[in-house]
């Protein structure tokens, strides 16, 4: 069964600073697909960064990274110089190729302090 | 902007009453999915169709249904509601490459 863990309920941070966000996944499936999506206080779910199970490179999006360490079945989410707009909630999610859907893990919520 | 479109974004209603989601995917996208946020569930993922067809269903609750119309259009149902149903809906579309863009969703109320 698929199994996504957030283990940072809330993160606090400096602006400007870098930080990153922790996800831990679980599949006996080899091929996958990792998603990082925000989720400002206005509530709209926005895709940050996608990272599939057979990419060689770490995905990067503008100042977002994810961190792949597929031995590890970790996929962090690197924001640099962070702002005070990222302040929100930052959820993980997996989805198997063959299944039908994108589980979420439980989401860190990020406060970036100016 | 995702490119998804919910209605309505608000929905305040009472118990044991019927309500109807809409959601219009990005252009071009075949594949809808509906899923429920709750304080206490997290991000619950209800149903997907692709281009008209249902291909898997998650925790959805038999009073809740949902079609996919041929113009891609999705709308889901929910009736007789209670004050547990009360939580942010939102649709998702994704294309072929799998990456699954939201809508703003739905905040349903029940009072």
């Known amino acids: 069964a698929q199994k996504i863990t957030q283990t940072q309920p809330g993160m606090f941070v400096q602006e400007k600073e870098a930080v990153t966000l922790d996800c831990t996944y679980d599949t006996s499936d080899p091929s996958y697909g990792l998603f990082w999506y925000k989720q400002p206080s206005s509530g709209e779910m926005i895709f940050l960064i996608y990272q599939g199970s057979y990419d060689q490179q770490n995905a990067t999006e503008g100042r977002y990274s994810l961190n792949f360490q597929k031995a590890r079945k970790s996929a962090n989410l690197v924001i640099s110089a962070s702002q005070l707009g990222d302040s929100a909630m930052y959820f993980c999610a997996m989805r198997e190729w063959g299944a039908q859907k994108l589980v979420f893990g439980q989401g860190t919520r990020l406060t970036i302090n100016p | 902007d995702s490119g998804v479109t919910q209605t309505p974004k608000h929905l305040i209603t009472a118990t044991g009453q019927r309500v109807t989601l809409r959601c219009s995917p990005r252009s071009g996208d075949l594949s809808v999915y509906w899923y429920q946020q709750s304080l206490d569930q997290g991000l619950q993922f209800l149903i997907h169709?692709?281009?008209?067809?249902?291909?898997a269903k998650g925790n959805i609750l038999e009073r809740f249904s949902a079609q996919q119309f041929p113009d891609l259009h999705s709308e889901l149902n929910l009736s007789s509601l209670e004050l547990g149903d009360s939580a942010l809906y939102f649709c998702a579309s994704s294309g072929p490459d799998e990456k699954l863009f939201f809508g703003s969703g739905t905040q349903l109320s029940v009072l």
């Open positions: 169709y692709y281009n008209g067809e249902e291909r």
